[in-house]
């Protein structure tokens, strides 16, 4: 199985990399926060792989560090959350926020996620509050204008929070929301201020 990739990063994309390796094109599905890890297409890159196999298909999950993969991995372990809602997971909440909600049972925090309800929130808690060992965590503290004038940062921001399963219309008014007041325009702090604000 594929556990890691060293090679040239062709493309990349809010949910998406893809990475040149002796001249074979990998496609690895990544989160948002490996994504703001990524360098420049062109440059060097390396990734943590998770090979999914299925009976009709394989597929490739990549990560930015160690503690992302792990976490990837115990999530698919709890019932009812596959890869694609694991990824999701992972890109609603920064890793150290998530294990850190995981743990003091912060299920209100989870369920903002996108595509997770509370069972799944109270599932994930139940199942992997004392399985968390070795990850490092913090608690967590409780008539449209064209999208062409969001900018190159404010279109990643809205690719991501579309392939989280937000509306569009709704993912940009919360984009502008969070820059006007006075969020970075930088990729993850107006992602994760977007979609606090995209409900």
Not at 73 to 84: F, H, R, Y
Not at 118 to 145: C, I, N, S, Y
Request: a neutral charge; one cysteine or more; glycine letters at 12%.
């Amino acid at each position: 199985m594929i556990a890691f990739l060293r090679g040239t990063l062709l493309e990349k994309h809010p949910n998406q990399a893809i990475v040149d390796v002796g001249g074979v094109g990998y496609d690895v599905a990544i989160p948002v926060s490996t994504f703001s890890a990524l360098p420049e297409a062109g440059k060097q890159v390396e990734l943590r792989v998770h090979t999914h196999v299925r009976e009709d298909a394989m597929a490739l999950f990549g990560f930015a560090s160690a503690d992302e993969k792990a976490l990837f991995e115990k999530l698919i372990a709890v019932s009812g959350i596959g890869p694609k809602l694991a990824i999701t997971v992972l890109s609603g909440l920064a890793t150290p926020e998530l294990i850190g909600a995981i743990r003091t049972g912060q299920v209100n925090l989870l369920i903002r996620i996108p595509g997770v309800g509370k069972k799944t929130a109270e599932r994930m808690v139940l199942e992997l509050r004392d399985r968390l060992e070795g990850l490092a965590g913090v608690t967590p503290a409780a008539g449209q204008p064209a999208a062409e004038t969001l900018g190159v940062v404010g279109q990643d921001v809205l690719s991501a929070l579309v392939n989280l399963g937000c509306g569009r219309p709704a993912a940009e008014a919360a984009i502008r929301k969070a820059r006007a007041g006075g969020t970075p325009d930088e990729f993850e702090p107006l992602f994760r201020r977007a979609l606090e604000l995209v409900r």
